[in-house]
């Protein structure tokens, strides 16, 4: 036979916070104690009607006999920080020595952080708790930006001027003629040539005749940021020799504009022996400035020769013409130039 619900004494509260509850938990402490004494629910049976295990139930139902509504604000919520060391403010204050050397990339490792820690505290600390203080206030590990030595934020922000520098270029410019600003970059182009792994049944080891070798070469190239239209030239070195070729090449290809070309701070670049054309200026990046010449296509940009090999001491010349996504022009193997939509560059040799 089941026992008898207790909490008569407590019916008629249960009933008006029956008939008067704010909330649903609320609602169903005032269920918990109603049903099993009014229509002789058991414990089961009630939990199954508010939706609750019977243990639950049961602690809803001794809460509210013991004066506890559920709701008030007297019990504390479950979860939370129970067993903290410190406060968050405190933590803080703990960690704001340690901010200035993390801003300027200074060396700073967990192990300092819990020495300082377990000092505040006067005792020992777990290193996972040492984690998760860095991760609630929200600091990650990751590996700093860098910045070289002679980089000049002052002379960065100057170069950023760029209407007032060409503006400034142009008025020492006795040559007349319409102003093509383009960016200079190289990139090297090769092969190394390495042993494989292959399949041999036990004990046979291959032997095989090989010799490492390094063969590149290097494309030379200049992109005019106005019209996408790109000069190139495939060279066998990056030194001021060639790039002396290069930038008469360009010269050579646009006789009647002014080209003010932007380089990096490369040493053929900067070379005392480099001389520009007459219609070229150079302008050179900031150290240590974020690429300004980055570029890419919607497309696979390609480049096929048949003659000599890309390792060849011949120097090619060529010319890529980048234009815009839906329209490019395609070369053929005499020279014409039908135009045909298409996506990407075309190298022409």
């Excluded at 209407?163 to 270029?169: N, Q, T």
């Excluded at 932007?262 to 974020?290: F, Q």
Aim: aromatic share 6%; hydrophobic share 35%.
């Amino acid at each position: 036979m089941a026992r008898t619900a207790r909490g008569a004494d407590s019916l008629e509260s249960a009933r008006q916070m029956l008939a008067g509850a704010q909330t649903a938990e609320q609602l169903r402490q005032a269920q918990a104690v109603v049903l099993p004494l009014d229509y002789g629910l058991s414990l089961e049976q009630t939990a199954q009607v508010i939706g609750r295990s019977p243990a639950g139930t049961c602690r809803l139902r001794n809460r509210f006999l013991a004066g506890e509504v559920a709701g008030d604000g007297q019990r504390p919520a479950r979860g939370g920080r129970r067993h903290q060391n410190m406060t968050t403010e405190q933590e803080r204050q703990v960690l704001a020595p340690f901010l200035d050397r993390a801003r300027t990339g200074g060396i700073l490792v967990v192990g300092q952080v819990k020495c300082e820690i377990e000092a505040a505290l006067g005792r020992p600390m777990a290193l996972s708790s040492v984690y998760n203080l860095l991760h609630r206030h929200g600091w990650r590990k990751l590996a700093p930006d860098k910045r070289h030595p002679q980089s000049d934020p002052l002379a960065q922000e100057e170069w950023k001027k760029l209407p007032e520098r060409l503006a400034e270029i142009c008025s020492h410019w006795p040559q007349q003629g319409p102003i093509k600003l383009m960016f200079q970059d190289e990139a090297r182009f090769g092969r190394i040539n390495d042993v494989r792994r292959c399949w041999a049944p036990k004990p046979v080891r291959p032997l095989c005749q090989a010799m490492l070798t390094h063969e590149y070469t290097y494309a030379y190239a200049a992109v005019d940021v106005a019209s996408g239209q790109l000069d190139s030239l495939i060279l066998p070195h990056v030194n001021t020799e060639c790039m002396q070729l290069f930038l008469d090449e360009v010269s050579e290809r646009h006789p009647h504009e002014r080209i003010v070309m932007v380089l990096d701070g490369a040493g053929w670049h900067a070379s005392g022996e480099l001389h520009p054309p007459a219609n070229m200026r150079l302008l050179s990046l900031p150290p240590m400035r974020r690429s300004s010449t980055r570029w890419s296509t919607c497309g696979t940009s390609c480049a096929r020769s048949d003659s000599t090999t890309a390792s060849s001491t011949a120097w090619r010349r060529s010319k890529i013409t980048l234009s815009s996504p839906c329209e490019t022009s395609r070369a053929t193997a005499n020279g014409s130039d039908p135009s045909s939509p298409g996506r990407g560059l075309l190298m022409r040799y």
